[in-house]
């Protein structure tokens, strides 16, 4: 343990020169893949106004210091030197923070922070009111960051990715369309298609994604605690993640387009019946892609995708139905019916569905079972636990000679 109790800044610097001075002979001698973070840090208020101090220029030494150390300890500081100690650590190593807190004087240091959390207790709800979330035991925290922590995390890291996914997808449909224009901007939907389809038609599963799912169960969460560090230093989802998703809508705009292109090549079909069997496919494609990859279904996200479907066939009946000649757009009377009652048209949404969604489900296969991350060996190892029997209690009834089995 290193302490650092300085009566003057000359002092300070000696000592904080000593002790990097010892972390350099320790790394010397011991073998570089022994965990060298096994100290902690002890800093007093007094010391903390010479450090904190731009004149002593010892702000960096110190925080190299810290880097060091598996925990830092500041005892006796006051709120100020509490919220610039926070304050230096993001300006300096360009961290983001969290700080936590259950009085008046660590207000500060919350406000200061990229997020802070406050705990109501006895000391008051300054700290409460002044925070982002807001706890009433501390024993709460750990639920906090290691549960929802990790799945904030991969919830919103897969919602972006989804939305990027299916965006340029349908984007890609009107580029490939241009080929056979002439790149005059004419396009082949419905131009109410084409302000509905994620405004409408496609808002729901992205934000059941991002809202409801959960990759890893709790408890899980709880019991492995190294999973958080996926999400503290993002090691879950990488660029080329986004890549990798750039090409699948790639791909799947390829399929749904020149399917529907050589199914209706040789047929008399208008431009907005084949619009409309083309947004239907893409729709398709779209929350089957969505499908798989929630982690763990719900009702709610069963009904954002019935909802996504639901709704694109009720405005095109309606729509279609309705208007001949609505908004000063090309008319698109009656496409809708005769789409549904083709034959042709469900073929090219079932053949280009299931072409278009194969490889990201193989992708998904592979990955899981050669090369799998640390989330999906948890989860593979609680499905064997599970068919072994293990986690399992027998109760046994004198009384009735009976036998029960729980979980």
């Known amino acids: 343990m290193f302490s650092l109790?300085?009566?003057s800044r000359d002092a300070a610097e000696s000592a904080i020169n000593f002790y990097l001075a010892d972390l350099d002979t320790s790394k010397s001698i011991y073998d570089t893949h022994t965990r060298l973070k096994t100290r902690a840090l002890v800093v007093d208020g007094k010391t903390l106004t010479f450090i904190l101090d731009l004149r002593s220029k010892l702000i960096r030494p110190f925080?190299?210091?810290?880097?060091?150390?598996?925990?830092?300890l500041c005892c006796r500081s006051t709120p100020l030197q509490k919220a610039y100690l926070v304050k230096v650590v993001k300006e300096e190593l360009r961290l983001c923070t969290l700080a936590i807190g259950d009085g008046a004087n660590d207000v500060s240091m919350i406000q200061m922070a990229d997020v802070g959390v406050g705990i109501s207790g006895q000391e008051g709800m300054q700290a409460v009111m002044a925070a982002d979330f807001t706890l009433s035991r501390f024993r709460y925290l750990e639920p906090l960051l290691l549960a929802h922590?990790?799945?904030?995390?991969?919830?919103?890291?897969?919602?972006?990715?989804?939305?990027?996914?299916?965006n340029a997808a349908f984007v890609f449909l009107i580029f490939w369309y241009q080929l056979y224009c002439g790149f005059s901007g004419s396009v082949m939907m419905d131009q109410m298609y084409l302000m509905l389809y994620n405004l409408i038609f496609t808002s729901l599963p992205p934000l059941a994604i991002g809202v409801y799912d959960k990759r890893v169960p709790e408890d899980f969460l709880l019991q492995n605690c190294y999973l958080y560090k996926h999400g503290r230093l993002g090691l879950a989802y990488k660029p080329h993640d986004f890549w990798i998703v750039l090409s699948d809508s790639l791909y799947q705009s390829l399929v749904v387009f020149f399917i529907a292109l050589f199914a209706y090549a040789e047929s008399d079909v208008g431009i907005w019946?084949?619009?409309?069997?083309?947004?239907?496919?893409?729709?398709?494609?779209?929350?089957?892609?969505?499908?798989?990859?929630?982690?763990?279904?719900?009702?709610?996200?069963?009904?954002?995708?019935?909802?996504?479907?639901?709704?694109?066939?009720?405005?095109?009946?309606?729509?279609?139905?309705?208007?001949?000649?609505c908004f000063g757009l090309p008319s698109t009377y009656w496409v809708i019916f005769r789409c549904l009652g083709s034959l042709v048209h469900w073929l090219v949404i079932l053949i280009s569905t299931l072409v278009a969604v194969?490889?990201?489900?193989?992708?998904?296969?592979?990955?899981?079972?050669?090369?799998?991350?640390?989330?999906?060996?948890?989860?593979?190892?609680?499905?064997?636990?599970?068919?072994?029997?293990?986690?399992?209690?027998?109760?046994?009834?004198?009384?009735?000679?009976?036998?029960?089995?729980?979980?």
Not at 291 to 301: G, K, M, P, Q, Y
């Open 63 to 72: 925080l190299k210091l810290a880097k060091s150390c598996a925990s830092v």
């Open 149 to 166: 922590g990790y799945w904030c995390y991969d919830r919103l890291s897969r919602m972006i990715l989804y939305f990027f996914y299916k």
């Open 5 to 7: 109790t300085a009566r």
């Open 358 to 407: 194969l490889p990201r489900l193989l992708f998904t296969a592979i990955k899981n079972s050669l090369f799998p991350d640390d989330s999906a060996t948890v989860l593979l190892q609680r499905k064997k636990n599970r068919s072994r029997g293990e986690g399992l209690l027998v109760a046994w009834s004198r009384s009735t000679s009976a036998s029960s089995i729980y979980r």
């Open 273 to 325: 019946e084949f619009g409309a069997t083309i947004t239907a496919t893409c729709l398709y494609t779209n929350l089957v892609h969505g499908a798989l990859e929630i982690r763990s279904w719900t009702v709610l996200h069963a009904l954002s995708i019935t909802i996504s479907l639901g709704s694109f066939y009720a405005f095109s009946v309606i729509y279609n139905a309705t208007c001949v000649n």
